[in-house]
């Protein structure tokens, strides 16, 4: 069955770095999202992109994250400069239209 | 804005029991509802969707209604075990935005 798979499951890193979280999402999927999940929080909207650009971002969004996909199969997304409040689980995800989403196991990103 | 509410935050129950996890939200206009399930430090697993036009879907002992109309959707598990023990989430498909709001989720214990 497909899948939308991430790397790494879990990443430290000190404030101030710069971080790239991995996603590849379902193959034939036109949609893929970011959404991040603060502990004991919701699940929350990051972004979404389609046909090559950003078609929606939430104000958690600013100018530190940036989203990218380099080839076919690969959906990034980057934080330039890590605050210890990004640390969060984040998740990617992917639909064929306004039809079922599938999400990823996520990427633990700890920052100290 | 759509919210996206879930009610109750816990439950803990016996083995065997049947339970409903209620969701609501505030904008009609949807394109879907998801329920997905996330066990602790997990991902998020895609269980049901429901499309605006449908009433119900049902997958093994797990049946979710929608009343567009009233906002509200309601997910039916029969016969709990152990095993479901997790959070269950709500997320609706805004059709006036292309992104999934969650719920806080509902957490569920059954006890054997």
């Known amino acids: 069955e497909p899948e939308v798979t991430q790397t790494p499951s879990h990443q430290v890193t000190q404030m101030g770095q710069e971080v790239i979280l991995r996603c590849v999402p379902i193959s034939n999927h036109l949609y893929f999202y970011w959404y991040r999940q603060i502990l004991g929080q919701k699940v929350e909207f990051l972004v979404s992109?389609?046909?090559?650009?950003?078609?929606?971002k939430s104000e958690i969004f600013d100018d530190q994250f940036s989203v990218e996909r380099p080839d076919g199969s690969n959906f990034t997304l980057k934080i330039r400069s890590t605050k210890l409040e990004d640390s969060a689980m984040y998740f990617c995800?992917?639909?064929?239209?306004?039809?079922?989403?599938?999400f990823g196991q996520g990427t633990r990103l700890t920052v100290v | 804005k759509q919210e996206v509410t879930q009610i109750p935050a816990a439950l803990s129950v016996p083995e065997g029991e049947n339970l409903v996890l209620n969701c609501s939200f505030t904008d009609s206009a949807i394109y879907n509802l998801q329920w997905f399930r996330q066990d602790p430090g997990k991902g998020l697993t895609s269980l049901l969707l429901?499309?605006?036009?449908?009433r119900e879907q049902t997958s093994g002992r797990l049946n979710a209604s929608l009343d567009k109309s009233s906002g509200r959707s309601t997910l039916y598990i029969a016969a709990s075990q152990p095993g479901d023990s997790a959070t269950y989430l709500c997320?609706?498909?805004?059709?006036?935005?292309?992104?999934?709001?969650f719920g806080q989720g509902t957490t569920l214990q059954v006890k054997p």
């Open positions: 429901i499309q605006s036009s449908q």
């Open positions: 997320a609706v498909y805004s059709s006036n935005t292309g992104k999934l709001i």
């Open positions: 992109f389609y046909n090559n650009e950003i078609s929606e």
């Open positions: 995800a992917s639909t064929l239209q306004a039809t079922e989403a599938f």
